[in-house]
Nanobody, 120 residues
Framework: QVQLVESGGRLVQAGGSLRLSCVVS????????MGWFRQAPGKEREFVAR????????DYADSVRGRFTISRDNTKNTLYLQMNSLKPEDTAVYYC?????????????WGQGTQVTVSS
């Protein structure tokens, strides 16, 4: 049973930065592409960023490209999302998950997510 635990979300001002973390249970993490997703009120859950198993290939949604950076530490089974130049439209619950299909929103293995709120 895969466990995904997100953390790091909080209230921040527009233009600020935040770093999210996701701890993944199981050794499958090291061999798996991972992604960050988000869901804002009244909207569908959407793709944010993806990173391959080795960490040398990344992909981003157009809305966050140039502002967010996805990374991973396979020795710690941890996924990160560095969020810079935050905008109010970035406000959402952020989730991590396995992401074998590029830009595809998974249908299983969801954790509780972490709330990011960008003011102003």
């Amino acid at each position: 049973q895969v466990q995904l635990v997100e953390s790091g979300g909080r209230l921040v001002q527009a233009g600020g930065s935040l770093r999210l973390s996701c701890v993944v249970s199981g050794r499958a993490f090291r061999a798996s592409a991972m992604g960050w997703f988000r869901q804002a009120p009244g909207k569908e859950r959407e793709f944010v960023a993806r990173i391959n198993w080795s960490g040398d290939s990344t992909d981003y949604a157009d809305s966050v490209r140039g502002r967010f950076t996805i990374s991973r530490d396979n020795t710690k089974n941890t996924l990160y999302l560095q969020m810079n130049s935050l905008k109010p439209e970035d406000t959402a619950v952020y989730y991590c998950n396995f992401n074998s299909r590029p830009r595809s929103v998974p249908r299983e293995n969801w954790g509780q997510g972490t709330q990011v709120t960008v003011s102003s």
